[in-house]
């Protein structure tokens, strides 16, 4: 089993930063694709940011230029530096990793969330 950890999150005014940070931990042999998704409440959860194992990333268009996700392999944690915060920003925010198990296997985890709130 796989334990997702998020932390980070907090309440932020309009225009500054935050860096959210998850660690992976349990039977991992390597972490294949990292990614940060949000859900703000009667939205559907969307992808914000993902970086694969080759470290190539990918960005929802609304964040672009303002949120930098990274990795840290030999730590199993991933990143998500969110500058420039709007309040449309505001939403859970989940880790997620597509994870390669010590038996060979891959399996997807959801951390439980971390709330980022972001006041006009």
């Known amino acids: 089993q796989v334990q997702l950890v998020e932390s980070g999150g ?11 940070s998850c660690v992976a931990s349990g039977n991992i042999f390597s972490i294949n694709t990292m990614a940060w998704y949000r859900q703000a409440p009667g939205k559907q959860r969307e992808l914000v940011a993902a970086i694969t194992s080759g470290d190539s990333t990918d960005y929802a268009d609304s ?11 030999a730590k199993n944690t991933q990143y998500l530096q969110m500058d420039s915060l709007k309040p449309e920003d505001t939403a859970v925010y ?11 296997y891959n399996y997807q985890y959801w951390g439980q969330g971390t709330q980022v709130t972001v006041s006009s």
């Not at 907090?10 to 959210?20: D, E, H, M, P």
């Not at 964040?63 to 840290?72: A, E, H, L, P, Q």
Request: glycine share 16%.
């Open 63 to 73: 964040v672009k230029g303002r949120f930098t996700i990274s990795r840290d392999n």
């Open 10 to 20: 907090g309440l932020v005014q309009a225009g500054g930063s935050l860096r959210l």
């Open 94 to 104: 989940y880790c997620y990793a597509l994870v390669n198990s010590k038996a060979g």
